[in-house]
């Protein structure tokens, strides 16, 4: 039986809220500013809040985001370069922002 379009509105709204939840999981802890201030001193909290919110708006629009914890900074070094051209961000803050909340993110600090 098709769904009418109350429900699809519904469900769409549903699937939204849900998505939204996970993501909010992912935003900058004070744990996660201590793990990236052992290479970055002068990292603030703003910065990676800055760097999670770029994070969403310019690489969402390409793929599914991936959890930061899935590569290690290393492997972040060697995908970033390719991602930031593709998505167009030319900014040196907006890519230092970027990886900064990234790398606050890892498993392991290499």
Known sequence: MPLTSHYRILL???????????????QPLDTDLVNVQHHHPDIKIQDLKTGYKLYIEKCSGCHALHHPSEYSITQWDSILPEMFSQAKINNPNEKLFIKQYLYSKTKSQN
Do not use: D
């Open 12 to 26: 769409s709204a549903l699937l939204c809220i849900l998505a939204c939840s996970s993501l909010q999981k992912w």
